[in-house]
């Protein structure tokens, strides 16, 4: 069992940024593919971002991309989802998901971790 452990949320002025992070505890990530999702008051829970186990592929949801960017560190076990030019409307909690098939859909991803709190002021 692959247990994902989220950090870095937190509260932040729009046009702000946070980094969050993504690890496995007690199990490596290098071999999945890694998702981020969000989920704010009252939605669905949402495709973010996307990268594959290499590091060589990734793919963003269109509202973040050019804001956001995804990447890893498989010496360390560790993805990243770095978060730029913040807006309110980015206000969720944020999931990072581990599994073997590559995509945006969340029944791609087999193993999910806690999520982490980011809120966007305005």
């Known amino acids: 069992q692959v247990q994902l452990v989220e950090s870095g949320g937190g509260l932040v002025q729009a046009g702000g940024s946070l980094k969050l992070s993504c690890t496995a505890s007690g199990h490596t990530l290098n071999a999945y593919h890694v998702g981020w999702f969000r989920q704010a008051p009252g939605k669905e829970r949402e495709f973010v971002a996307v990268?594959?186990?290499?590091?060589?592929?990734?793919f963003f949801q269109d509202s973040v991309r050019g804001r956001f960017s995804v990447s890893r560190d498989n010496a360390r076990h560790m993805v990243y989802l770095q978060m730029n030019s913040l807006k309110p409307e980015d206000t969720a909690i944020y999931y990072c998901a581990a599994g073997v098939q590559y995509g945006s859909d969340y029944d791609s991803y087999a193993f999910w971790g806690r999520g982490t709190q980011v809120t966007v002021s305005s």
């Open positions: 990268i594959s186990w290499s590091g060589q592929n990734t």
